[in-house]
């Protein structure tokens, strides 16, 4: 609460006007008067404190300089990052558990083979729909925990490790289930489009969807994935991704003859 003072103001014994103090005006702290021998702010050098951090904003990085630097280091990482597959016994240990869950287990290992292909398939068929129908014009720059659907973990990690270049890390965490703590590992696999993206079946271009023009956006649209993490963990063998996107737009001459595209997002 501001206790207001006043103060009458006497002209030939009469009052004319009154003027209001407010008591915190009283407290604030005087300023410090700048004497000619004080050299605390300047350096050896003589530069004053001001002028030295205007040296420095001047030769700041810029945003975009930031940004640019950040991607790349992102993309190194990815590229100098050596992917090991989980060891044999324990890929054979999870084929085991996936056959003592099927109704029809397989008797050899042409079996086990042509199972995994047809499994293969079916995964690559519907990651490749709902990546490809995430992939709309907008604001969505980014997204988490796109389900992808099943399959084993460790087979997945043999295909990703083997034949792509990705940034692999394991966490080991817990689930509660029926009030009981179980030890859960979560694979999490890197990629950027610069390194290459997985294939999805024989389908190489599943990253990229084009827009063709519409009655409410009458040019063309394209949107594209930069990088995807595939998350899988080796309890229910569900497979999850994250994925950052771009979207660029087409811009037409007058005449119709050429384009080029702009990046909107």
């Known amino acids: 609460m501001v206790i207001q003072y006043s103060k009458t103001v006497k002209v030939h014994n009469e009052t ?16 410090k008067q700048k004497l000619k021998d004080d050299v605390s702010k300047r350096s050896t050098r003589g530069i004053t404190k001001t002028t030295r951090i205007g040296i420095v904003g001047k030769f700041r990085k ?39 869950n099927l109704q029809k287990p397989f008797m050899s290992f042409c079996d086990m083979m042509l199972y995994l292909e047809r499994r293969w398939n079916e995964f690559c068929a519907e990651a490749y729909a709902t990546l490809k129908a995430n992939l709309q014009p907008g604001g969505m720059k980014f997204g988490s925990s796109l389900n992808l659907g099943r399959f084993p973990y460790a ?11 990705c940034k ?4 080991e965490t817990s689930i509660n289930i029926n009030r009981e703590e179980v030890p859960v590992r979560v694979f999490k696999y890197s990629f950027m489009s610069e390194t290459g993206l997985p294939k999805l079946g024989n389908d190489s271009f599943w990253y990229m969807n084009l827009h063709f023009p519409t009655e409410k956006q009458p040019t ?20 999850y991704c994250n994925w950052e996107m771009v979207n660029y737009v087409m811009w037409i001459d007058r005449d119709g003859m050429s384009g080029r595209w702009t990046k909107t997002t």
């Open 168 to 171: 692999k890390e394991v966490v």
């Open 220 to 239: 063309f649209q394209k949107s594209e994935y930069t990088s995807l993490t595939i998350v899988v963990n080796d309890y229910d063998n569900r497979v």
């Open 62 to 100: 810029r945003r975009w300089v930031k940004t640019v630097e950040a991607h790349q280091k992102r993309v190194d990482i990815i590229v100098n990052f050596v992917a090991n597959p989980v060891p044999r016994e324990e890929f054979w240990k999870c084929l085991e558990r996936v056959n003592q």
């Open 16 to 31: 004319k006007k009154f003027i209001h103090y407010n008591n915190t005006y009283f407290t604030q702290p005087s300023k």
């Open 155 to 165: 087979v997945l990690d043999w295909i990703l490790c083997r034949n792509y270049q």
